[in-house]
């Protein structure tokens, strides 16, 4: 298989998460953009090894790492929404920019 196929795949991934990123207004669904973005990393990371023939498999070694933090940022990402759902009951990131919180009489 060519080299080609793998890296329009990781473009592909990694533009459809960044247009996620800047257009939507959701946490959770910026959370899941991010995950793509990470996705194609991990596209181009396992082809470009095995492109290059590595005997140490370097590519599919950080792929792991990759996933690892994928995983750990998922989840505290997600706690931390759900803390703020609770608090605010929004999720909108527009909503959440300013998150001191105003008591009345006071400016």
Known sequence: MHLVYPLVLAVLLFGIGLYGVLARRNAILVLMSIELMLNAVNVNLVAFDMYLRDTLH?????????ITIAAAE???GLAIVLMVFRNRATADIPDLRELAEHKEGSV
């Open 74 to 76: 998922i989840g505290l």
């Open 58 to 66: 370097a590519g599919q070694a950080l792929t792991l790492f990759v």
